[in-house]
């Protein structure tokens, strides 16, 4: 940070953009983002294993091609690569060409078959892998003034707010889409355009196959009255202070980022249409073979921990196919269990 930027008010995206990602930003700390809070990926292997699940069925859906590509964007330290790798068949991890893409340095000792990049490769045919990436996407803040006029919030480093100038153009268009603020004084809003313009961007490196991007996410009509903005450090929730100390995080509009054939589901229901599902093993397998027991009722912890309710399994998943088809006529073919409809008790 410079010192003509010291004290300088910006808009909630340069700050936070400058505090995540500029030298010396958070995303550039040598613990990588698990240092601050736990995701899907470090919940539990089954999430890795529910990935590499979802790869072979888009291998499926593709026709098994020679080269398959899976892409895990905002790879972190490269856990999730990792434990996809690790977790697909031998005969279809040997045609898996894995990348890793983070602005961070690449991590010593990291599996020599996962290429690290800066920004996702173009031609992408498999998958791609946004798990809490969007999230991380620097928007501004909209805050209602005395008037009930929608205003950009200006922060300082020190997270100091004050109002500035109203929203025009494609940023105000964006608001009474898709978040309508009712004239109130001191309500606000996340301006996810950049997202929409972020996640239309990593589509595009898909030329067949499927992106999927992984977040806690709300939809119109249920936004919530005072925005999601807020910040972690050292795994505990803190205020958003843009000095690059903290994580900086919102919620996302998945809804809004979606393009054509895309769909918006709960991680619950992904995980379930993908074999995870949290159930007790059968108790008497205590009694037959215990340490399968002990180990089927870890497994089932885990599974419930990622599918729990006001937990992980509210996280929104948002799929997005690219030259494969986007409702399949039969929940039987390789993708249609994540395609077609859920039935409603699946959202629950």
């Given at each position: 940070m410079t010192e003509e930027t010291a004290g300088a008010w910006r808009g909630w995206r340069a700050a936070a953009e400058s505090a995540l990602y500029g030298p010396g930003g958070f995303y550039h700390r040598p613990e990588g983002p698990a240092g601050h809070f736990r995701t899907s990926v470090h919940a539990s292997p089954l999430f890795a294993e529910a990935v590499?699940?979802?790869?072979?069925?888009v291998d499926e859906a593709l026709g098994r091609p020679a080269t398959l590509d899976f892409v895990d964007m905002a790879a972190g330290r490269g856990e999730l690569v990792t434990g996809v790798l690790a977790a697909l068949p031998a005969d279809l991890a040997a045609r898996t060409r894995a990348y890793a893409v983070e602005i961070a340095d690449r991590p010593a000792g990291l599996d020599h078959r996962i290429e690290w990049l800066a920004e996702p490769p173009r031609g992408i045919t498999g998958l791609l892998f946004a798990n809490e990436w969007l999230d991380n996407v620097p928007v501004e803040i909209a805050e209602t003034d005395s008037a009930g006029v929608a205003r950009r919030v200006l922060v300082r480093p020190d997270g100091t707010e004050?109002?500035?100038?109203?929203?025009?153009?494609?940023?105000?268009?964006?608001l009474a889409r898709w978040w309508p603020l009712p004239a109130e004084e001191g309500l606000r809003a996340e301006v996810g355009l950049p997202r929409d313009e972020a996640w239309a961007g990593v589509v595009a490196t898909v030329e067949r196959g499927l992106a999927v991007a992984v977040d806690y996410a709300h939809a119109v009509g249920a936004r919530p009255l005072f925005g999601t903005l807020t910040g972690f450090r050292a795994g505990r929730e803190t205020a958003p202070v843009p000095d690059g100390s903290c994580?900086?995080?919102a919620h996302v509009a998945l809804d809004a980022c979606a393009l054509p054939g895309g769909r918006v589901l709960t991680q619950r229901a992904a995980l379930h249409a993908l074999g995870i599902a949290g159930a007790r093993p059968p108790l008497a397998l205590a009694s037959?073979?215990?340490?399968?027991y002990v180990r089927a009722l870890a497994s089932a912890g885990e599974a419930a921990e990622l599918t729990a309710p006001g937990g992980l399994g509210d996280f929104g998943w948002l799929l997005q196919p690219v030259g494969i088809p986007a409702a399949p006529d039969s929940p039987d073919t390789p993708l249609g269990a994540l395609l077609v409809d859920v039935p409603d008790h699946e959202e629950q």
């Open positions: 590499a699940r979802l790869l072979s069925r004050r109002l500035g100038e109203p929203f025009s153009g494609a940023e105000a268009q964006w994580d900086i995080t037959t073979q215990p340490a399968a």
